[in-house]
């Protein structure tokens, strides 16, 4: 898995963190551990762990300025609207496949 982080102010810059990933769900062990460390959130179905292998940076003289001005709030009061049980059905009804045809492994919805 590849996160990459870039500045949108100041100094011109990409950074990009390899490394290989595990996929937590609500079915693992390891959910509730790790998810005790972030704000509670209804739509949350997964916690991604990165073992980093490799840092690079770049510049990021093609990164547009843009200026932050909120955070959106919108999933999340939708989330909360709907309950789990709507969340769950939602997740069952529009993300069994990826946009690319893959299975995604929907066996943590739990029924």
């Known amino acids: ?3 990459m982080f870039c500045s949108f102010d100041k100094k011109p810059l990409i950074l990009r963190l390899y490394g290989q990933a595990k996929i937590y769900h609500k079915r693992d062990i390891c959910f509730d551990e790790y998810s005790s460390l972030f704000p509670e959130y209804t739509g949350a179905r997964q916690i991604v762990e ?3 292998d490799l840092v690079q ?5 093609a990164v547009p300025f843009m200026e932050f001005k909120q955070e959106r709030t919108a999933l999340n009061v939708w989330a909360d609207k709907q309950g789990e049980t709507k969340i769950k059905q939602y997740w069952k009804d529009r993300n069994t ?3 690319d045809g893959f299975e995604t492994n929907t066996s943590y919805i739990e029924d």
């Open 50 to 52: 990165l073992a980093i």
């Open 97 to 99: 496949r990826s946009i």
């Open 1 to 3: 898995m590849t996160i």
């Open 57 to 61: 940076t770049s510049c990021g003289f």
